[in-house]
């Protein structure tokens, strides 16, 4: 974790493989725990949990859908931590119509539905998705 013009962030390059998704939620964690032991910023039950569903989700899509590493920043910025998870496949993903009889492949829609913003950008090699998540209730 590192100051930046500013900002706290850490970054985790993930091979992919079947244990990265537990890797990326528990280094969400780690991180969110040190920002307020080592910051002093304040981070609610609530913002940590929906950090670490956001991580598990978008870290899924990148594993299930895009061969190879997969890229984790987190970084603070104002009052939120963004989730940025790039992965090779330039193909921008699109949230689905809501259908409460689908089963699966509900993550996007469940990303944004807890997170304050989300974008996502097309990359020289893959794709860049950044998700918002308030610290705060």
């Not at 307020?36 to 978008?58: F, I, N, Y």
């Not at 496949?89 to 009889?101: K, S, T």
Request: with cysteine; net charge negative; glycine share 8%.
């Amino acid at each position: 974790m590192a100051p930046q013009r500013g900002r706290i962030h850490t970054t985790v390059a993930l091979d992919g493989d079947s244990s990265c998704i537990a890797e990326a939620r528990h280094h969400a964690a780690d991180f969110l725990t040190r920002v307020q032991a080592e910051h002093g910023l304040p981070v609610t039950a609530r913002a940590m949990d929906t950090t670490r569903l956001v991580v598990s989700e978008l870290v899924t899509n990148a594993r299930k859908y895009a061969p190879g590493p997969i890229l984790l920043e987190l970084r603070i910025s104002g009052g939120d931590v963004e989730v940025v998870v790039w992965d090779s496949d330039p193909v921008l993903p699109l949230a689905r119509a809501a259908d409460p009889g689908r089963v699966g492949q509900h993550g996007l829609e469940i990303v944004m539905a807890v997170c304050a913003g989300y974008e996502v950008q097309r990359e020289p090699v893959g794709k860049r998705v950044t998700v918002r998540v308030t610290l705060l209730d």
